[in-house]
């Protein structure tokens, strides 16, 4: 099965955001490539907050270019087998943690938002990684830092999408 294909089985399979949704899916309809850093009208990306439940804490990333507190994530590549394969990928090399395992059920939220072209949108599908017991973190090449925040710190940190992917992720516990 195509990554593609995957993120339509995904998606389809999805409850929740039923307009985002739909736009996501009806994105990949007209964009084969749509998964893919290389399609200018948007693409697939795929993150995961890392979450450390029994502490009540999260572990963010300092972007490099964006300069904000968010959750691991970013581009599919093609040795993914999955949006969930490339979303604990992702985390794993942005916080150095190994061990992490998602947490069941698929995504927790959808957010797409614009980004600088050429490629002007990221259709991202958030996902939640638990992390292991004593967890220690590590900053990779496209972070300036990663910190972990209590749950209570994080709206005064990050912005809303990552607010609202933390109590999606806390309902989901």
């Known amino acids: 099965m195509s990554l593609r294909d995957d993120a339509v089985l995904v998606l389809k399979g999805y409850e929740g955001q039923d307009e985002l949704c739909q736009a996501y899916l009806d994105h990949l309809a007209a964009h084969p490539d749509g998964v893919w850093k290389?399609?200018?009208?948007?693409?697939?990306?795929?993150?995961?907050?890392?979450?450390d439940p029994?502490?009540?804490?999260?572990?963010?990333?300092?972007?490099k270019k964006l300069r904000m507190w968010l959750q691991m994530g970013g581009h599919c590549e093609s040795a993914d087998s999955s949006l969930a394969a490339a979303a604990l990928r992702e985390a794993t090399e942005e916080s150095g943690i190994a061990g992490l395992t998602l947490?069941?059920?698929?995504?927790?939220?959808?957010?797409?938002?614009?980004?600088?072209p050429p490629c002007n949108c990221h259709?991202?599908?958030?996902?939640?990684?638990?992390a292991p017991p004593g967890a220690v973190e590590s900053i990779s090449d496209e972070s300036?830092?990663?910190q972990w925040f209590a749950y209570?710190?994080?709206?005064?940190?990050?912005?809303?999408?990552?607010v609202r992917l933390l109590e999606a992720t806390r309902a989901r516990l």
Request: with cysteine; proline share 7%; net charge negative.
């Open 38 to 51: 290389a399609c200018h009208a948007g693409h697939v990306t795929a993150s995961a907050l890392v979450i």
């Open 54 to 63: 029994e502490r009540g804490r999260v572990l963010l990333t300092l972007h």
């Open 103 to 116: 947490l069941p059920g698929g995504p927790v939220r959808l957010d797409r938002h614009p980004i600088p």
């Open 123 to 130: 259709f991202d599908v958030q996902y939640a990684a638990l």
């Open 144 to 146: 300036l830092d990663v």
């Open 152 to 162: 209570d710190e994080v709206a005064s940190v990050a912005d809303e999408s990552v």
